[in-house]
């Protein structure tokens, strides 16, 4: 629960908590970085930002406790209710993915409260430190009063979540080892549960080994998209993606700018989220490469695996548990990038 912590809020937070801790002052120039990795284009009070940060999360976490214990401790007694509240309200926020079940949330695949609360934590963490903070601010202003960023995220987000739900929801609904042997409401849930926990949550209510290749293909690109900048999820990033497409349809419309919700965006963030993505996709290919050349695997069950991995997003289609070493430390080092960032690594 404390890796997954950690690992949600960032190692920027936690490297800024133990400056302040130790009384150690940033240089002008730590502080620009710190800035930038917090995903602010402006100067702010970085300890108070953290400060915002560590309570905006264990805010999120207790009430998620609150309401999965409501659902677990008649169930479970007391002890073992409120810890695995506790343990999957942090899981979940953190879009860390793991579970204490056997099964995932499987058994739980027609549990409105179980899915729905998860599914709220780790959309709330996918949504990025920043956007919640600039919705809490300047919200009640209106939609235009709000940074770029955050409205690409408002508008983006349920076009992914929503557009993943029906994608699966029409792909599986047949499949009687997935959503076929469930309830219309059922299958609704889950399909909206595994669209939302695509995006780097690491959940699953259903058996994606069951899973067809059209419905593997949606998540896969889900699970590449992401989550939000200076969020809990991993992922190439939802603004990332938005960039390149407004980049791209700029260029066949040809024009000489790149405009999202009447706002010119810089060259220089159109060329760091192609970067991204070239940079990516080569890291991609070369471990895809060497997992086919070490493991005995299918083709699109290494694809998925990789890039769940590099997404940081925990789900498996089946081949993680098969791996040998070498296939385990190609692993290994694929989720350490993904999660510090390709192009920080690069630079560095």
């Not at 912590?5 to 490297?15: A, D, E, K, R, V």
């Not at 997935?178 to 849930?189: E, I, N, S, V």
């Not at 992922?235 to 349809?249: E, L, M, P």
Request: aromatic residues 10%; glycine residues 10%.
């Amino acid at each position: 629960m404390l890796l997954m912590q950690i690992g949600g809020l960032g190692q920027m937070t936690l490297s800024a908590v133990l400056l302040y801790m130790f009384g150690v002052r940033l240089s002008l120039k730590q502080q620009a970085l710190a800035q930038e990795a917090l995903g602010q284009d402006r100067k702010v009070n970085i300890k108070g930002l953290v400060k915002k940060i560590i309570i905006l999360a264990l805010v999120a976490e207790a009430v998620g406790v609150a309401i999965l214990a409501f659902r677990w401790v008649p169930e479970m007694g007391w002890n073992q209710g409120l810890f695995f509240a506790v343990f999957h309200s942090i899981s979940a926020f953190n879009n860390a993915g793991f579970s204490l079940f056997s099964d995932s949330m499987m058994s739980f695949a027609s549990d409105p409260i179980v899915l729905l609360v998860l599914s709220s934590l780790f959309i709330f963490g996918g949504l990025g430190f920043t956007v919640v903070s600039d919705v809490a601010q300047n919200g009640h202003k209106g939609f235009a009063r709000l940074g770029l960023h955050t409205k690409v995220m408002l508008t983006a987000t349920p076009i992914l979540l929503f557009g993943g739900t029906l994608m699966f929801f029409l792909l599986e609904r047949s499949n009687v080892e997935t959503l076929g042997a469930l309830t219309l409401d059922g299958q609704w849930l889950s399909a909206f549960f595994q669209s939302a926990s695509a995006r780097t949550a690491g959940f699953n209510s259903v058996d994606l080994e069951k899973f067809g290749q059209p419905a593997l293909l949606v998540m896969i690109i889900l699970m590449l998209i992401g989550a939000g900048s200076t969020s809990t999820g991993g992922g190439i990033k939802v603004s990332t993606f938005a960039v390149a497409f407004y980049a791209t349809w700029a260029f066949l419309r040809q024009k000489q700018y790149v405009e999202m919700f009447n706002r010119t965006v810089s060259w220089q963030t159109v060329t760091r989220s192609l970067a991204i993505i070239v940079v990516s996709g080569a890291i991609l290919t070369l471990a895809m490469f060497l997992l086919m050349v070490t493991q005995n695997a299918a083709f699109d069950r290494v694809v998925f695996e990789t890039i769940s991995a590099f997404a940081t997003v925990g789900l498996t289609a089946g081949l993680t548990a098969d791996l040998n070493d070498h296939g385990k430390w190609i692993m290994i080092v694929v989720m350490v990038i993904g999660r510090i960032g390709p192009l920080t690594l690069l630079i560095c």
